[in-house]
């Protein structure tokens, strides 16, 4: 269907046509059961991790709290996209989006991937508070510090999204309108312009390739601090521990970054093949996440198992005791607090220099005995 304009020689479209991934077209049963089984496995993951981190009173860090956003982030992502993809494989009326519905994807899709983004910066920010500057820790990243910065990183993405969103629908858009890629995102609906569109891709280079490296870079500078750190922890269990967790955050970073910045600092480039790189951040990065980043550590893989009633109700031998989020253990009648940090079952006051302490570690206090 298509609108006639006040210009004769132009048609405004009511509807875009979506060409989908390269090669799928060949054995579309095998791929629309390919992308079932990817959405199937990103859902559970996500999901379940996210009730997991909510329901679980032993995951109260401000890790775990961030992790339950972005899991909820990936779970919501993969949706704006793997269902429209799947339909698309069935029939060719799944591969027609109406105007409305393409603008209302492509808010929701930059909305969620630059809350992503920043969530990304944030968590990095995290983790060099509790190496670096383990004392500081526990005020700089209180629960009400939390909450705050996690909510920043959502008002922040959906004003992002705003903008791109509107700018790129204000723009007449004529016949073909033939998409060419497997969602509505800003380059290849621009293609379809029938106006100069040089301010957009302007804007588009700036808010979000410079925003994207820029976050990339706060990354990795925040990790040569925690690198440096880490390098001078004496003990070479707490020196592993510490690298592992680096190297699966810095695995998921590079799987989401590396392509959007790659696409949107070459807004002209097109054709189905663009679609290829975007396939990772869009719908392979959220089904690994839970895998790479979460399901490999031990406390989340604890509570897993308490959850689906597999293992003991009770801490395990060796672990330390619950305990609330507000980090307090109660005891006898006390007067003084002494502060100390808990770093995989070690107990150690707040004196000792945080180059000797491991990751992943939650700083509480103690009630001084009498």
Wanted: glycine share 8%; aromatic share 10%; charged share 10%.
């Amino acid at each position: 269907m298509a609108m006639e304009t006040e210009d004769p020689n132009q048609t405004a479209v009511s509807h875009f046509f979506l060409e989908g991934l390269m090669y799928t077209a060949e054995h579309p049963s095998l791929f629309f059961l390919l992308f079932l089984l990817i959405y199937s496995i990103t859902l559970t993951g996500n999901l379940l991790i996210l009730v997991t981190v909510g329901s679980d009173p032993h995951l109260c860090s401000p890790m775990y709290h961030f992790l339950g956003h972005l899991s909820f982030l990936d779970a919501c992502l993969s949706t704006v996209t793997v269902p429209k993809v799947m339909a698309g494989l069935l029939t060719v009326d799944g591969k027609v989006i109406s105007f409305e519905g393409c603008a209302v994807q492509l808010y929701c899709f930059h909305f969620l991937a630059s809350t992503e983004c920043f969530l990304y910066t944030l968590m990095a920010y995290d983790r060099y508070l509790a190496i670096c500057q383990p004392l500081r820790y526990p005020v700089a990243m209180n629960r009400r510090m939390c909450a705050g910065l996690a909510g920043l990183t959502w008002t922040v993405g959906a004003l992002h999204s705003a903008i791109h969103t509107s700018l790129t629908f204000r723009l007449p858009y004529c016949c073909p309108h033939r998409i060419a890629y497997f969602f509505c995102d800003i380059p290849p609906v621009l293609k379809l312009a029938c106006a100069d569109t040089t301010v957009n891709e302007l804007v588009m280079l700036a808010n979000i390739g410079i925003v994207a490296a820029g976050c990339l870079v706060l990354i990795v500078v925040s990790y040569v601090f925690i690198v440096a750190a880490v390098l001078r922890i004496r003990t070479a269990q707490g020196r592993r521990r510490a690298f592992s967790t680096c190297t699966s955050h810095l695995t998921v970073v590079l799987l989401y970054y590396v392509p959007p910045v790659c696409i949107y600092l070459q807004p002209r480039s097109g054709g189905a093949g663009a679609g290829a790189p975007a396939v990772f951040y869009t719908i392979i990065t959220p089904m690994l996440n839970p895998f790479i980043y979460t399901l490999r550590n031990k406390e989340v893989k604890r509570a897993l198992q308490r959850l689906l009633g597999r293992g003991s109700r009770e801490s395990p031998a060796g672990s330390p005791p619950p305990l609330t989020c507000a980090g307090t253990l109660h005891g006898p009648a006390k007067k003084t607090t002494i502060p100390i940090a808990k770093w995989g079952g070690k107990i150690v006051q707040g004196g000792i220099g945080a180059t000797e302490l491991p990751l992943g570690h939650e700083l509480f206090s103690l009630p001084s005995a009498k």
